[in-house]
């Protein structure tokens, strides 16, 4: 699909995420808590990489304060130049601190953790599809490191936004889970 085309894709889904109501995101925040601590792959995860959600995205700040408090290794991503992404370890969510990207970020002195040492990766997604593939912001850094481990990778959604289909591309990587306020699918 042409990058135009993506980019209306992003504002239509944005102009739908925006004009939900306050209780259904909170319901659904609190739906994905408690869907994703009972994630048999979430209990078994030593470490973790999770995004830090803004504006009306799923929220994440809950699930990496769980598993902090249960003594999981919690990373976020630091972003680079050229779509390059790393893993950061954090042991309290006050070192996130906001980015180039206008994300909060660990900063770079931050323990640096092999894609290989991740167990469970929490993919962001301005949307995804029933087959697991996202629409992501543009920049490739997911698909880029979702390539390099073999992480368990778990995409949040929100039951009314899940589409039928999503238009993707030879690089997209789907995820292995997608979990809604209502439940998982796993994919192969």
Known sequence: ?????????????????????????????????????????????RSIMIYHSVKREPDTLGI????LSMGKTVSFPLCFKE????????????????SVLGIPAPPESAPLVN????????????????????LGY?????????????????????ERMVRDDLPREPHDVAVRCLMTESGGVLFA
Do not use: C, W
Request: charged share 25%; hydrophobic share 45%.
């Open 1 to 45: 699909m042409h990058s135009s085309a993506k980019k209306y894709l992003r504002r239509l889904i944005a102009d739908e995420i925006n004009a939900l109501p306050a209780e259904y995101i909170e319901a659904s925040n609190q739906g994905l808590f408690l869907k994703v601590l009972l994630l048999r792959e979430f209990i078994d995860a």
């Open 138 to 158: 543009g920049g490739g850094y997911y698909d880029r490191y979702l390539s390099l481990t073999s992480a368990f990778s778990l995409g949040l959604a929100r």
């Open 64 to 67: 990496a304060r769980a598993a």
């Open 83 to 98: 779509g390059l992404m790393q893993a950061r370890a954090v042991r309290d969510l006050a070192e996130l601190r906001p």
């Open 115 to 134: 894609p290989d040492d991740l167990d469970l990766i929490v993919v962001p997604a301005i949307t995804y599809d029933k087959n697991g593939y996202r």
